[in-house]
């Protein structure tokens, strides 16, 4: 496989959560407008966004970090198959057991949706200072936008209102502003304040 369409259909057939086409191409392009060169993932997957990413230039690098040990060995296998074994450290834990000691110009939050908070806590530390922070999933597949009366399964519930928490801890955060914008599954960019 060398083919990114390849990778997305792997992803398909195999139930693994990948990032939406129109998340994607947003995020992308928001890495080459604002020249993103240092990027942190939290949640590889099969390496599909690591290597979007790694593949807008090669002067980009990320860090990629996967708990789970089959999507782990498939996304290694993905970034060798891509030859972005240069641009893509790839870790396997879970990245709240993970301490790094370098800077990022966008951390890229896009692993357990009920955490998203404990992961922006964990690595607020580890941002630029003009950097940013891009949260996917904030719509969380529409249900965050729902009516809860109309959500029947208590997990999705517990979800949807801990992206809600996420969310209210964004917006009415004292150091970083927010904007969520309506594109894909609801992707959200935080940057400081000032
Ligand atoms: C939505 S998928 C990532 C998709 C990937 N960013 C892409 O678009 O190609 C989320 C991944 O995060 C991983 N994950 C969940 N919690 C995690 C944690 N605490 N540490 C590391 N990985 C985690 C899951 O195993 C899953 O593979």
Known sequence: MS?????KQ????????????????????FIVKKQIKNILEIGTAIG???????????????????????RYMEALKNIKKFNLEDRITLIFNDALNVKLDSDFDLI????????????FEHFEGNLSPYGYIIT?????HGYVLMNEDEITSKNILGIVRKIKDYTYFLENHMLYKTTIYDVGDGVAVT????
């Open 108 to 119: 890229f939050i896009d692993a357990a949706k009920g955490k998203n908070k404990d992961f």
């Open 10 to 29: 792997y992803a398909k057939l195999n139930n693994i959560p990948i990032m939406q086409d129109e998340g994607i191409d947003f995020l992308t392009s």
């Open 48 to 70: 599909y966004s690591a290597i979007m990413m790694a593949n807008l230039n090669k002067d980009i690098h990320v860090t990629t970090i996967e708990k789970d040990e089959v």
């Open 191 to 194: 940057e400081r304040r000032g």
């Open 136 to 140: 996917d999933n904030m719509h969380f």
């Open 3 to 7: 083919n990114i369409n390849e990778l």
